[in-house]
């Protein structure tokens, strides 16, 4: 009796230390709240709280509704952590050096179990996440969610969508294969048409004067340590941004002038619930496809013969597309930076009312919108195709210097027809100035998109317009 007493003893005391250390974890990880008195005191809890910033105890309930974000934001932070586990798998086996880079890829497929399926899942979550991040982009605008309390929010996004762009172009090459190599190869070939700073800027990221062994280490280091380094704290600095901001923008009742009125829920079990199950599903779609469809592989690098035609990485076509039509100093520099400008700017322009949170902010906007675009679409297309049938090498007029022909006059041009279409909204529509915006951002991000499918699907041989197949 008393050696059963005293196992049971033991016991109890046991449970009762074990309990002890897990309330101490607790507490160290979610201290009691307490009202900070000095600035330390202000610092200690924050980052004593610093996960519960991300996600609100309450949230208002319209916005959980899918369609009213899609879960963009979360499938961003999925596919980065589907890149990121896949990316450290890969990184046992991959060599960053021209003579065994391309056989390291090729061991990783044949030679190891799953091998193959780790490489697909990380070659499609990246060109993947792209989309993702760049439709994430539409969604936080078409919703008027990049206006304050947002405005620096967005900054930190399209800092995002830089560095999710650099990091599948430095991605890119790493196979070392002749599809990468010379995608890489044209890309950057593309800098020197930067008047003063190209050439240099061009050498200090190849490391030479051309695609090579020390390329291939950069692009490696960068790849794999600075840029997720980068993604990682600004991905932080994103999410809590939009928790300080109050959350998701809730959308308003059409017609209504006030702050909008909902109920609020719990974050826990409705929007984790919602979470969970939406990313499991984008991580089994993910996988299905990778199974389906084999990462490509081309044949080794080889960089004494040039494909035909070279083509930049799909999500650099559309620059690539702009030289095809335009002088190149306008297409490389001029047209991309001031777009580039125009985009972290419209935060901080005047507007006529507050968001309303909902798509297209109302029918009006809707309606623009959806014009701008066929606009946008159309336009484009036939201009592609009309400046492939009629116009000379110099352009539409070659009489003319080229970079007055091909550059001043068409952008000129282009800039007149989005100011008149701009007031014709205004003045006949009676579109308000926020969807003004809208339409002429629609209007011309349309335009690129098609310039970017054109790049990609139908130009063949020495770059001239040519159907998918034949391409």
């Known amino acids: 009796m008393a050696q059963a007493l005293s196992k049971r003893t033991i016991a109890e005391r046991a449970v009762s230390a074990l309990a002890g250390l897990v309330r101490r974890v607790w507490r160290s990880v979610f201290p009691e709240p307490v009202v900070p008195r000095t600035d330390r005191e202000r610092r200690r809890v924050v980052v004593h709280t610093l996960l519960l910033h991300f996600r609100p105890v309450q949230l208002p309930a319209a916005t959980l509704r899918y369609t009213h ?5 979360g499938s961003s932070l999925v596919l980065f952590l589907i890149l990121a586990a896949t990316g450290l798998l890969s990184l046992f086996v991959y060599e960053p050096s021209p003579e065994r880079a391309y056989a390291s890829v090729i061991g990783l497929q044949r030679d190891y179990l799953f091998g193959g399926l780790v490489r697909s899942v990380h070659h499609w979550s990246a060109h993947l996440m ?23 929010n967005w900054l930190v996004g399209c800092a995002l969508l830089a560095l999710v762009l650099t990091s ?69 600095l994103h999410f809590w941004r939009v928790r300080k901001a109050g959350g998701v923008i809730v959308p308003r009742e059409a017609g209504s002038a006030g702050p909008p009125a909902t109920e609020n829920v719990l974050f826990v079990p409705h929007l984790l619930l919602r979470e969970v199950a939406a990313g499991m599903a984008l991580l089994a779609g993910v996988l299905a496809f ?67 949170g909902r798509w297209f902010q109302s029918a009006a906007g ?15 297309g036939v201009w592609v195709v009309l400046d492939a049938m009629l116009a000379g090498p110099g352009g539409w007029l ?12 068409p952008v000129a041009l282009i800039v007149a027809t989005l100011g008149a279409f701009s007031r014709w909204m205004r003045v006949r529509l009676g579109v308000a100035r926020a969807e003004r915006v809208q339409a002429l951002f629609v209007l011309l991000f349309a335009a690129f998109a098609v310039m970017t499918l054109v790049g990609t699907w139908f130009r063949g041989p020495g770059m001239r317009l040519a159907w998918p197949w034949n391409a």
Request: proline residues 9%; aromatic residues 10%; glycine residues 10%.
């Open 290 to 356: 990778s199974v389906a469809l084999e990462a490509p592989l081309g044949a080794p690098a080889n960089p004494g013969m040039s494909p035909n035609p070279a083509k930049a990485p799909w999500y650099f076509a559309g620059l690539q597309e702009l030289l095809v039509h335009f002088h190149p100093l306008f297409a490389v520099l001029v047209v991309p930076f001031a777009a580039a400008l125009a985009l972290l700017a419209l935060p901080y322009l005047r507007y006529d009312e507050e968001p309303s």
């Open 168 to 236: 599948n172009f430095t991605g890119y090459l790493l196979p070392w294969d002749q599809l990468s190599y010379w995608a890489v190869t044209i890309s950057t070939s593309m800098l020197l048409y930067v008047p003063l700073v190209g050439a240099p800027l061009r050498q200090a990221l190849l490391g030479g004067d051309e695609v090579g062994r020390t390329t291939l280490v950069i692009f490696h280091a960068l790849h794999t340590t600075v840029l997720p380094a980068l993604l990682i704290g600004l991905m932080g």
């Open 398 to 409: 070659p009489f003319l210097p080229a970079i007055v022909g091909k550059g001043v006059l």
């Open 69 to 73: 974000t899609f879960g963009l934001g």
């Open 366 to 380: 809707r309606r623009s919108a959806f014009l701008a675009a066929g606009i946008g679409a159309g336009v484009t």
């Open 130 to 152: 792209a989309v993702v991040v760049v439709l994430h982009l539409l969604r936080v605008f078409l919703t008027g969610a990049f206006r304050g309390p947002r405005q620096f």
